[in-house]
C-alpha cells in the first residue's frame, strides 16, 4: 500500500537498528568503491591521492552527512519538504532539495549505465565470454557491448526495472528489507577476494602503490576529484541522506551512525583497493586505466589466475549487489519529492520517474555508440553527469547546507535535532560539529571548488 508522505505514525521508515544502518551503508557503498574509487586513486597516483581524500571525507564529508540526516530526521519529509519546513517561511533553501532532484537524474542516468554492464559482466563471466588473459581481447569485448545501443538500452532498462520493483515495495519492505541482506553478502564476497589477491606473487607492489604517497602528484584539480569523490561516496549534497535521514528513528545516534556509516565505506573502499590493485600489479597491468579498469583490466587479471573464473563472476555480483543499494538511495530522492509534494502516491511517482529515467537516462547508455560525436562542453553526456554532478551540484549542495544549518537554523536546533533521547546532545560534539559547518566546512569547499575548476 502506498505511504502517506506526511509526518505522522503512518509514515513508512527503517524499523530497526540494523536496519537503518543496512540502508544507509548501501547507499554509500556502491561503484564508487569498486569502479570508481580504485580508478581514480590509480590514476591521481595511489597513496597521497588517499590521504586527501580521507581528509576530505573527514572534514567534508563528516560534517555534511550528520548534518543531512539530522535535517532529515527532524522534519521526516522529503528533501524539499524538509527544507521548506525547516527554513524561515519565504527563504528558498527549499532550492537545495530541488538542485538535489536534478542530481540525482544527472547521477542515476549515468550510474545505472554502469550498473548496466556490471549486471551484463555477471552473465558474460558466467558463460566465461571475458576469460582471456590480453587486455586486447577484454577491451574488445567491453568496446563490442558500450558501442552496442541496443544491449546498453536495454540493460540499463532491465536495472532500472529491478530498482524500481524493489522501490514499489516501500521504504521499510523494499530498501530495508534488501539492503539488510546484501550489504553481509557484499562483506563476505569481499574478503574473500582480498585473501585470494593478497595470495598472488608479487602482490606487495600493489600494496606499497597504495599505501606509498607520492606528493608530487598532488594538484588543485587532483584534490578537487578527492573531494567530488568524498561527496559522491556518502551520498551527500544532493538529497539522500537528508531523505533517509527522514526514515531514521528518533532513537537512533545520528553522529554515531554517521560515524560507523562513514568508516564502514572507507573500509569497503580499502577492501577494494586491496582486492584490485596488488592482482594488477602481480599480472604487470597498469593501475592507470581509467574508467574501464573494472572491465578491461580485471577481467584479463582475473582470467590470469587459477579459479579465476569463480573468481570473476564473485566479483561482478559483488559489484552488481553494491550498484543496488546505492541506486536505490538515488531514485529515492525525486520519489520522495514527487510523493511528498504533488501529493501521488508512492506507486505513481516511482513509475513515472522511471519512466523520466529511462528517457534522460538513454543519453548516457548511447553515449559511446549513437550519441559519441554529442559532446556539449567537450564531454559525452555519461561524462558530463558525472562532472556536473559530483564537481558542481554536491559541492553547492554541501555549502548550502553548512550555511543553512549553522547561520539560518542555529545551535540550539541542532543540540535538539541531533539529541536521541529527549536531552540536548552531547555539547562537545555539537560545539565541533557547529564550527565545522559555520566556517571550516563551506570554506574548504569553496576553496577547493575554485581551485579545481581553475577559477582562483
Ligand atoms: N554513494 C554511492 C556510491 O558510492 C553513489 C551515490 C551517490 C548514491 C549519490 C546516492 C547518492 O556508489
Not at 588517499?50 to 550528520?66: D, E, K, N, R
Not at 548496466?116 to 567491453?142: C, E, H, Q
Not at 552496442?148 to 520493483?165: E, F, R, T, Y
Not at 563476505?188 to 600494496?207: Q, W
Amino acid at each position: 500500500p502506498a505511504a502517506p508522505q506526511t509526518a505522522g505514525n503512518s509514515r513508512d521508515a527503517f524499523t530497526s537498528s540494523f536496519g537503518v544502518l543496512a540502508a544507509t551503508l548501501g547507499s554509500a557503498v556502491g561503484l564508487g568503491n569498486i569502479w570508481k574509487f580504485p580508478y581514480v586513486t590509480g590514476a591521481n597516483g595511489g597513496a597521497s591521492f588517499l590521504v586527501v581524500y580521507v581528509l576530505a571525507t573527514l572534514l567534508v564529508g563528516l560534517p555534511v552527512m550528520i548534518a543531512e540526516i539530522m535535517l532529515g530526521r527532524k522534519a521526516k519529509a522529503d528533501a524539499v519538504t524538509t527544507l521548506r519546513t525547516l527554513a524561515p517561511a519565504g527563504q528558498p533553501w527549499w532550492l537545495i532539495g530541488g538542485f538535489g532532484v536534478i542530481a540525482a537524474f544527472l547521477i542515476m542516468s549515468f550510474y545505472s549505465e554502469v550498473a548496466a554492464w556490471v549486471f551484463a559482466y555477471v552473465f558474460k563471466a558466467l558463460r566465461g565470454d571475458i576469460l582471456s588473459s590480453d587486455p586486447a581481447v577484454t577491451s574488445a569485448a567491453f568496446g563490442a557491448l558500450i558501442s552496442d545501443p541496443l544491449q546498453s538500452l536495454l540493460w540499463q532498462w532491465a536495472v532500472l526495472l529491478m530498482i524500481g520493483g524493489i522501490l514499489l515495495m516501500g521504504v521499510a519492505k523494499g530498501i530495508e528489507a534488501v539492503t539488510k541482506k546484501l550489504m553481509p553478502v557484499l562483506f563476505l564476497l569481499l574478503l574473500v577476494i582480498c585473501a585470494r589477491s593478497l595470495m598472488l606473487p608479487g602482490a606487495m607492489a600493489g600494496l606499497s602503490f597504495l599505501f606509498t604517497p607520492d606528493w608530487s602528484k598532488i594538484t588543485g584539480e587532483v584534490v578537487l576529484v578527492a573531494m567530488g569523490l568524498a561527496f559522491f561516496k556518502l551520498s551527500i549534497g544532493m538529497g539522500t541522506m537528508m531523505t533517509y535521514g527522514s526514515y531514521f528513528r528518533d532513537d537512533q545516534n545520528v553522529p554515531a551512525t554517521t560515524l560507523r556509516v562513514m568508516s564502514a565505506d572507507l573500509f569497503v573502499s580499502m577492501l577494494a583497493g586491496i582486492a584490485i590493485f596488488p592482482a594488477v600489479f602481480s599480472f604487470g597491468f597498469k593501475p592507470e586505466a581509467g574508467p574501464s579498469l573494472l572491465f578491461i583490466t580485471i577481467p584479463a587479471v582475473f582470467a590470469s589466475m587459477p579459479m579465476g573464473h569463480l573468481f570473476m563472476v564473485l566479483f561482478f555480483v559483488l559489484a552488481a549487489v553494491a550498484a543496488t543499494g546505492a541506486m536505490l538511495s538515488i531514485l529515492e530522492v525525486p520519489v520522495s519529492v514527487m510523493a511528498g509534494r504533488l501529493g501521488v502516491s508512492r506507486k505513481k511517482a516511482t513509475l513515472v520517474n522511471l519512466l523520466l529515467l529511462a528517457l534522460i537516462g538513454a543519453t548516457c547508455a548511447l553515449s559511446n555508440s549513437l550519441l559519441a560525436d554529442v559532446k556539449p562542453f567537450g564531454m559525452t553526456f555519461f561524462d558530463l553527469f558525472d562532472y556536473i554532478s559530483s564537481y558542481i551540484l554536491m559541492p553547492l549542495g554541501g555549502i548550502f547546507i553548512c550555511l543553512f544549518v549553522a547561520w539560518v537554523w542555529g545551535k540550539h536546533n541542532m543540540a535538539a535535532a541531533l539529541s536521541n533521547d529527549g536531552r540536548l546532545a552531547n555539547g562537545k560534539v555539537v560545539a565541533g560539529l557547529y564550527v565545522l559547518l559555520k566556517f571550516v566546512t563551506p570554506l574548504l569547499i569553496l576553496l577547493v571548488m575554485l581551485k579545481g575548476l581553475g577559477l582562483l
